[in-house]
């Protein structure tokens, strides 16, 4: 099977992978976007906190650090769920995440990659499968069952 590129030339394409095209600068786009989806859960994050804590006058400090991998996980669950599959940062940078199968990504699969893409923090070599696949999915990627694109439209 063959795709035609931006080119006009065609490219030898595997079944169940995407065009050339829809990975092309994924990678370095996916940083981009990490580094604004980091800054903006991270303010939710401290305006929740500082909400609830004057709320609480002071008693919930104990439980509230475990606050951003909750906002975390709902922020890409929401967003990447939702109707334009991509959390603010992927929007800037034209990324989409889709099953790999091609379908929106449901609530669950979102959020379970965005959970995993914070753990695999505390083992960096894991980000490192994105070099060996072929399809440049990370392994939180891969268990998530979701792949990143480029934004087709």
Same mark, same amino acid.
């Given at each position: 099977m063959y795709d035609a590129g931006g080119d006009g030339r065609?490219?030898?394409?595997?079944?169940?992978?995407?065009?050339?095209?829809?990975? /092309?600068?994924?990678?370095?786009?996916?940083? %981009?976007? *990490?580094?604004?989806?980091? !800054?903006?859960? /991270?303010?939710?994050?401290?305006?929740?906190? %500082?909400? *609830?804590?004057?709320?609480? !006058?002071?008693l919930s400090a104990f439980l509230l650090p475990p606050l951003f991998p909750v906002v975390a996980f709902f922020y890409n669950g929401l967003t990447v769920s939702g109707w334009r599959r991509a959390t603010p940062g992927m929007r800037a940078m034209d990324l989409e995440v889709r099953l790999a199968d091609g379908a929106p990504a449901p609530f669950l699969n979102a959020a379970v990659q965005g959970v995993l893409f914070y753990v695999s923090w505390l083992f960096p070599p894991l980000l490192l499968v994105t070099f060996i696949t072929s399809d440049k999915r990370c392994l939180h990627d891969i268990l998530a069952d979701v792949i990143v694109l480029r934004r087709a439209d």
């Amino acid at each position: 099977m063959y795709d035609a590129g931006g080119d006009g030339r065609l490219y030898p394409v595997s079944p169940g992978l995407p065009p050339r095209e829809a990975l /092309a600068g994924v990678r370095t786009r996916r940083i %981009l976007a *990490l580094c604004l989806d980091f !800054f903006v859960v /991270a303010l939710l994050s401290a305006g929740l906190w %500082l909400g *609830l804590l004057v709320l609480s !006058f002071g008693l919930s400090a104990f439980l509230l650090p475990p606050l951003f991998p909750v906002v975390a996980f709902f922020y890409n669950g929401l967003t990447v769920s939702g109707w334009r599959r991509a959390t603010p940062g992927m929007r800037a940078m034209d990324l989409e995440v889709r099953l790999a199968d091609g379908a929106p990504a449901p609530f669950l699969n979102a959020a379970v990659q965005g959970v995993l893409f914070y753990v695999s923090w505390l083992f960096p070599p894991l980000l490192l499968v994105t070099f060996i696949t072929s399809d440049k999915r990370c392994l939180h990627d891969i268990l998530a069952d979701v792949i990143v694109l480029r934004r087709a439209d």
